[in-house]
């Protein structure tokens, strides 16, 4: 391994990870941030969540202009996001496309710098999510990326890319003893450890992904991120890749947030579930609450399109059409975020809507007032153990599981 081959994931992902370890401005920049949590001196509590986030949210500027770029506003990614993680926990993310489930990915790891809110790893806050905050982050945090095939420097050897984090973490094994540290690592993840000197386009999708899971393994963190790991996968290989980081969570006791579009793979490998919706969290429960007993409109939607490969159960299921796109959000809509879309809140304005409302108002005023002036806090409400995001939740078993 040479030190001047550095950004052995090619993507633009890894791009921000390098950058922020070297360019001064990000130190500046994160100096700037109001992104401050508490307690520096105090120590680990290995009995607390391994992480922790609080109101966390990452806020991208607007900027236009050509010579003099002006901030016309914020794209809210991640807007105000609460989670916790266990040790030896999978908690799964799930939400459409947009929702900001890889922002808060790369917040979550250190790659991108939150614009506020506060991170936790074990009870001890990460004080100014500056660069040595970032760094001690990025220790106990590390991503698995969703495409095998982009996201692994061609030029690089997997021996280079595997050890690469060393080169920004030398402590964590000596320089001498860093080849056999990559070899344990291709062997723990199931690949020949004699292959250290070959290329990434020398093995196939699922053996790519399986560098990318040693690559992450390579600073000993205690928590995965993995952001839709198997979506670019043939499904014969997805199994696989899913036994593979259910075997290292019982070898290594790590924790993991799995973020997928598909749900079945989420209720297969989760032990909780958040749903985010347009850079929030609307739910978040145990698999069994979320899957047989979800209380928020939007769960209830996206539960409703899984796939169900059983004709007869099929029939049984509420069907529940999910109109429209996530609104944009740069401009998220009043009140809840979801009530441009929800069926619920129709339902619910209609019970009491007068014939005049019902011909005059267009679809999408067609709501409570308190839909469209109050935000809905995420607490656990009436019906329901678990947290969830809507003035009128109520279960619905869209699944008949
Ligand atoms: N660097 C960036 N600058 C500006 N906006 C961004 C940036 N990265 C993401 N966004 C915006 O933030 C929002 C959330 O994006 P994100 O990629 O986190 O969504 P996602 O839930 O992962 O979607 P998908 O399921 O398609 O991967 C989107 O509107 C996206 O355009
Ligand atoms: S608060 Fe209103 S708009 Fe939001 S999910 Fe609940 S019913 Fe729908
Ligand atoms: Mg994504």
Redesign the pocket.
Known sequence: MTEKNVGSQAGPDAKSADVSEEDPKQDDLAAGTEAVADSDGAETDDNAPVLEVENLEKH?PIRLGVVWKKTVGH?K?VDGVNLSLKKGETLGVV??????????AKTLVGLEQPTGGQIRVKGKGITKLNRSGMKRLRRTAQMVFQDPYTSLNPRMTVGDIIGEPYLIHPDVVPRQRRRQAVQDLLDVVGLNPDHINRYPHQFSGGQRQRIGIARALALRPEILVCD?PVSALDVSIQGQVINLLEELQDEFGLSYIFIA?DLSVVRHIADRVAVMYLGKVVEVGTEDEIYEKPMHPYTQALLSAVPVPDPTKREERDEIVLEGDVPS?ANPPSGCRFRTRCFKARQVWAETASDADRKNLPLVDQVPDVCREEEPELQVRDGAQHPNACHFAAPRNVLHV
Do not use: D, M
């Open positions: 991208f794209v990614a939400g459409e496309s947009g929702c900001g489930k890889s922002t808060l839709e579009h959000p």
